[in-house]
């Protein structure tokens, strides 16, 4: 069964640990559906165990003010669909692409509503209506920093608001150092072992070291399995009750000895509660809608709440499973490094991550940090041309420019290597061509300097518009003839004056109404008048960006005629 990502939250509560394995989420590349709110957007996962789409958007308060001047829409992997509708806490928000007038009701309550917001907090949107009629749910996070305020199921009912610092009292590798066999886990560790060392090490007795000059011998364990099907808790959850002592988890790793194989990773963690002087003071609090199994949490004496089975914990060794031999096997902890991607607009970090690869007898090569896929970056076309007509650097930590720099660009099954960060002419016009909503430009194989960072990847995401099908034919009724028909017969665009000069045809003089929509679906303009009967023509400000394609609707004596219009390139 696909593993379900784990939120941006999740990742932020393991912040200070040795760098976690990035878990590649394979339900995501197979999900159509993505969620738009004005330029926020969210594509789905779907979590098989509860039959649910989840979405997460990482977004300012600014951004999502603007976003609700624009009405949600809901994209099925081939066009938006023309209805949407969700709760956010008590409100009812729906928005029909035919009917402006639908979410224009909500947006009194839903202004009101987000006056509450600040850039701590996390929005959750339930009971989006997929295209498939399973429910989905995107959390909203409109800053990545360390204290977020949540809202749960006894934040509704309370209405109450729950700050949580991240942070916490969790433990790291900082505060305890792990002997264990003759293996000294701290920042210098070794991080690869073959099977035979893996198996001395958990047999051996472990003692940890404290700053404060304490030893204690741990026995209260819990490990986490890196496969090549997703990252596995043992034992799941683990509370007070249901940590393992130290036999208890080898007999648990000899039971699974079959899944130890090569490329395999472990993460060790115990707990150490004799330190701690402030035990928890409430009862613990469950956010289903944040965290698959709804993981508890707990609040300190100090105001702090953390995840219950976090109180206490410290992270205490990483191991890979790799065959004798293995080239990647002297490679310590401290040769880990920082990287920045730099592209125009485009930024992306590579933290604390091995730069090393090394030749395989069969001429391949292997990395000593396992593969990364960078978050999606969402961007328009026109954005990403201008990214690529700008020069791509690749910074080392101390933020000097490395070079040569080489990578290889993707598109469509087409692909060109790029030198000195500068995009071919040619691919820039097979870009400019080709490119099309929901395409996904690739970054990959990345050399910068002496620094192999081929592991990584990264993806430029063109923002998706309106490409479906029209609802409506540019003349109607089809029967008749064309003096007979309500006709949208032309449109031009008048770039010095801002216009777009339309032609329509009546049969009869009556009344018109007119609207002109932008790609992304928001109602631009609209007016309502009388007109004669024959050709018409009318000029129609353009409102927004020059560059974009605009939908005109007409009404009039009772049907309903619909076409889009190109400007001029």
Partial sequence: MTKPRLFPLVLLLFAGFLPLPIVTDLSAQNCPYIFYWGTVQSRFTFDEAKGQYNGVINTSLDEMSKAIDRAPRMWDGQALQPKCSFR??????????????????CQPALLTFSKQWNDTMVVVLHELLLPDGKPGVVSIFFSRKEELRLFSARDRQNSGRLPLNTEGRIMTNNDAI?????????ANAREFFTIDEFWSIVEAEPLLFFKDNRILRPDAWAFTLRTPSGMHQYPDNPNKEKRYTLQQMRTQLRNMESELREGTGLYFYTWDTSSLNNPPRMDTISIPELFRGGYPLVQMSDGTIILAHEYGRIQVANIVIVPDGDPRLPVRGSQRKNFKLQWGQYTSDLLAVHDQSFEQIDGSRIHAQRGYSGSTHIYSKAQILNILRDTAMVKDGNGQALSPLSFTLELGGKSIVVHDGICPSEFLKHVERDLKPADQLAIRNIIAGNSDLSFASFILEVRSEDSKSLQYPSFA?????????VRLTGASFDLPAAVIKLEFHLPEAGEVTLSMNNIDGSVSWTNTGQYVKGANKVEIPMVSGIAEPRIITLTAHGHTVQQQYFPPK
């Fill in 88 to 105: 956010l806490d008590t409100l009812s928000v729906k928005s029909d692409y035919h009917n402006p007038d639908l979410y224009a009701a």
């Fill in 178 to 186: 792990l002997q264990w066999s003759t293996e000294r886990f701290d």
């Fill in 477 to 485: 009724p089809l029967n008749s003839p064309p003096d007979q028909q």
